[in-house]
């Protein structure tokens, strides 16, 4: 009897500690499946400024009726032109503020900052 104790001991350890590695695994996963919106509208980038984690996907949605562009000034990345009603994606890789605007329109400016 204490033999069969132990075994269902030890499978309960190895249960619990398998499922607190999947938590953590979902969990990390769950942050870097983040996705953050900012919308291209009325000649502006709405959030003007974003704070994102590495990992996170940021996705510019162009709901202008012309195309813009999201370039940062470091050329950290650059999403060539974005059509009206187009989107475009991009993971935020390495930490760092990334000041952005459009090409074809310097007034418009926004802000990213990577954590």
């Known amino acids: 009897m204490p033999r069969l104790l132990r075994r269902g001991w030890l499978f309960g350890l190895a249960a619990l500690v398998l499922s607190s590695g999947i938590s953590a695994a979902d969990e990390q996963q769950a942050s870097k499946s983040t996705a953050h919106t900012v919308v291209i509208e009325n000649m502006q980038y709405n959030p ?64 990213l900052k990577v954590q």
């Open 48 to 111: 003007p400024e974003l704070r994102v984690h590495r990992g996170e996907r940021i996705v510019w949605v162009n709901k202008d009726l012309f195309p813009h562009t999201v370039t940062a000034g470091s050329h950290a990345f650059d999403s060539g032109s974005i059509a009206a009603g187009s989107s475009w994606t991009y993971v935020a890789s390495k930490a760092g503020e990334y000041a952005y605007g459009c090409t074809f329109h310097p007034t418009m400016k926004g802000i």
